[in-house]
């Protein structure tokens, strides 16, 4: 039996710590047509000629030239307190996408996180990762943009959203895979903010057009994840912990 994988290591088997080469005609043309907001970097990672081919913004929000990031650096700077977490989600999420074969440029998740600049700091970080380029089924190419953002409040618990046509099923995969972290998904933040408001779970149910069990079934779950004993106790929990604004 092979040896069982270490958090991260499937997804780092993927990856390299070969930089894009920028003078190349491709990351020229990626320079003239893929725009960044302020405080933000992007990166495209080739997983056909598996290096780096496109990065812009770094050294601005972490101190790496463009030329010298790396995929293997951008995984590896993430804080400790937040690595395990991060490192299962990109597992999790590469294995769901490679699971898929239509409409994979639909397909992305979000967390917020810090990770650690060249200089030591600790920068809050809101993290987005999608499919970039697809070829017969199978993901080519992905793309991420990192964005400081210095209003991000951390608490004990890891926020994260899924997006893509099996939405549904994405959030559901990763809750399942990430249940031992103190981690909640934006549909289960969504529902929390509106029992936070004093929605019923049939409320919040017709609002959504699903049924009440499938609205139970995204925050019963959270008592025994926050080890909570009351929907009063999450609430207070949620806004201690910054879930909720």
């Known amino acids: 039996m092979p ?10 088997s993927f990856i390299t710590d070969i930089p894009a080469d920028l003078q ?14 302020p405080d933000e970097a992007v990166y495209i990672y080739s997983f056909k000629e598996s290096r780096m081919i496109y ?7 972490l101190g790496y030239r463009d030329d010298e990031i790396n995929m293997l650096t951008i995984v590896s700077i993430t804080s400790p307190e937040y690595a395990p977490f991060s490192n299962e989600l990109n597992d999790k999420a590469l294995m769901f996408i490679q699971s898929k074969t239509e409409e994979l440029e639909k397909y992305s998740f979000t967390i917020e996180l810090k990770k650690i ?13 999608g499919v970039f380029s697809s070829e017969m089924g199978r993901v080519t190419a992905i793309i991420g943009r990192s964005q400081i953002n210095h209003s991000l409040k951390f608490g004990n618990v890891m926020r994260y ?6 939405k549904s099923e994405f959030e559901e995969e990763l809750n399942k895979q ?3 972290y103190y981690a ?5 933040k969504e529902a929390l903010s509106l029992v936070a408001k004093g929605y019923s779970f049939k409320e919040i149910a017709n609002y959504y057009n699903v049924s009440q069990s499938a609205i139970e079934k995204r925050i019963i779950p959270m008592y025994k994840r926050f080890n909570v004993k009351s929907l009063t106790h ?4 949620s806004y201690d912990n910054h879930i909720l604004p």
Not at 117 to 129: D, F, L
């Open 3 to 12: 040896p069982r994988l270490a958090i991260g290591d499937y997804s780092k």
């Open 24 to 37: 190349s005609g491709q990351a020229l043309q990626f320079k003239q047509t893929i725009l960044t907001f």
């Open 55 to 61: 990065a812009h913004g770094w050294e601005e929000i």
């Open 117 to 129: 600049h060249k200089n030591g700091k600790a920068i809050p970080i809101i993290s987005k990762v």
């Open 161 to 166: 959203a899924a997006y893509g046509p099996d």
């Open 178 to 180: 990430l249940f031992k």
């Open 184 to 188: 909640i998904s934006q549909k289960e």
């Open 234 to 237: 999450l609430i207070s929990f």
